[in-house]
């Protein structure tokens, strides 16, 4: 987190890889977000992936798409995101993959819960006024009920946001909740 001058959030849904886009491609909006976002980290050096496995595997697709050469590594914060993630390379780009609740309605994957909106509210909202406390003190029981994407990646987030490092501005790319499920392509740049 030491020098992080760029945080990009993308969601890890499988849709987004090229082998499940069809002669009608069903997420090309979201998809045209992420390669978006994802291109203005070309020549910004080494990228660090904070992903889950599946994650992982559709944001390399992403970044091959959106043409950055850049160095990728995992997130030494990707398997416990309590740790200090100090051996993260300085100046990084960050990618965190993770998305809301797949509850959203009735044929979400996981079926309606009526809790969802509101999760997925609040959390959008920490996301765009870069509340980082919040993300950081992410109800993970809840997260797991919703069926929320990665939801690790939110409280990495959150610490990465948090690091004292300046001001953050945050821009949306996408927001949007196709077939129940709740995406975000979001970045965040350092001002300071």
Known sequence: MRGAKTVVLVPG???LLPEYAGIADPVAE??????AALGSLAGAGPVVLVADA???RVARSLLGAA???????????AADPAS????????????????????????????LDERAPGFDEALGRALR???????????REL???LLVGNPDGFVTLGRLL???????????DFAADPFGVQYWVMRWTCES
Not at 30 to 35: E, F, N, Q, S, T
Not at 70 to 76: C, L
Not at 162 to 172: C, D, L, N, P, Y
Request: glycine share 14%; net charge negative; charged share 20%.
């Open 13 to 15: 849904v499988l849709a």
């Open 30 to 35: 979201l998809r045209a977000a992420c390669v």
């Open 54 to 56: 599946q994650g992982e």
């Open 67 to 77: 043409g950055v050469a850049a160095d990728v590594v995992p997130a030494s914060t």
């Open 84 to 111: 200090d993630p100090a051996a993260d390379p300085e100046g990084a780009a960050y990618v965190v993959v993770a998305n809301g609740s797949a509850r959203r309605g009735e044929k979400a994957p996981g079926h």
């Open 129 to 139: 006024q870069v509340d980082a406390e919040h993300l950081t003190r992410l109800d």
């Open 143 to 145: 997260a797991d009920q």
């Open 162 to 172: 948090g690091g004292g490092q300046g001001a953050w501005r945050a821009e949306v």
